[in-house]
């Protein structure tokens, strides 16, 4: 007689179907509490890409007589010639674009307590813009939310900086007289320590949504594959990308990604939810600093008050479901106290 055969991890299932519908479902459902969104989805909002052929940004930059289109963001080249990045930062200084449907879904899921991290490849803060919490993003190459001298890395004033850039005027460090730029990671420098530190948390996922990303650049294309086997993979994109789709509950919704986020929003109920507060970040005169945060929705709270039963009752529902405690060593503490 033949052994009973092995039930292997890959042969259970989280979803009930590989659609839209079962991502729904299993979005209401009390078993998805963290959802972590990989996107790069601005190219709706009018921005070009790097890469695409004949529209990307890398295809329009004959005109700043570069050695080869990279070099605008090598760090070695703006040591020696930054006019050709002010030139190409002009049009791309947020401001000038408004944040897509996808930007307010993002921020709807945080609105909900739904969201755990939104990784973005993007460095336009868009995300900022549609409301998405600042530390709810991750931004992998760094972004134009703030700027400092690339010798001694003092920060420099945002308000400066976009006079700077909107006039193609080098800014210079007031302390050290260094170059300054923008905390975009360019060609030669180090990935943002809070990327770096965020990579594990992938594991965490009850959903990973992967939105507008074409999974070539590394290591942010390698986030997806470190997702639990257990937890489904949604891929909202134009076409299929990297190894999605081998996984039993992972969903393609191939198409342009404003429009599969609102069907999916439609088969939640959250389609109203969605267009007012993309009604939000319809474009008016900026008032506000490069650096300034977008508040957070007035209905975001997670405690109900601030004091020790809010907090049991928090740890008792089913809200939390990862809690890390941070504890002082008795050595340490009388350390600390000697030095005083």
Known sequence: MAPPRKTTRSSFRVLKGNDIKAVAEYI???????????????????????????TG????????????????????FFRQNPVPFYTLAQELYPGK???????????????????????????????????????????????????RCIDCHASY??????????NKDIAFCEKCRGLVKPDIVFFGESLPDK???????????DLLLIIGTSLTVHPFASLAGLAEPLCPR???????????????????????????????????????????LWAETEMKEEVETI???????????????????????????????NVIVM???PSVYYSICSIK
């Open 327 to 329: 504890v002082i060593a």
């Open 157 to 166: 004033d945002g308000l400066k900086m976009k006079e700077n850039i909107l």
């Open 195 to 205: 990327f770096i530190h965020a990579i594990p948390s992938v594991k965490m996922a």
């Open 97 to 147: 674009y408004r944040p897509t449907l996808t930007h307010s879904f993002i921020r709807l899921l945080a609105s909900k307590r739904l969201l755990q991290t939104c990784f973005t490849q993007n460095i336009d803060t868009l995300e900022r813009r549609a409301g998405v919490p600042d530390h709810k993003i991750i931004e992998a190459h760094g972004s134009f939310a703030s700027q």
């Open 291 to 321: 650096n300034a945060v977008p508040k957070a929705p007035a209905t975001f709270r997670v405690l109900k008050g601030n004091d020790i039963k809010a907090v049991a009752e928090y740890m008792k529902s089913k809200d939390c479901r």
């Open 234 to 276: 949604v891929l909202i994109n134009l076409e299929k990308v990297g190894d999605l789709g081998h996984r039993p509950d992972d969903v393609l919704l191939l198409g342009k990604c404003d429009e599969v986020v609102k069907d999916l929003c439609r088969e939640l109920g959250w389609e109203e939810e969605l267009m007012n």
């Open 28 to 54: 209401k459902s009390k078993d998805c509490r963290n959802i972590i969104v990989m996107a790069s989805v601005s190219t709706s909002a009018g921005i070009p890409d790097f890469r695409s052929p004949k």
């Open 57 to 76: 940004l890398y295809a329009n930059l004959a005109r700043l007589n570069l050695p080869y289109p990279e070099a605008v963001f090598e760090i070695n």
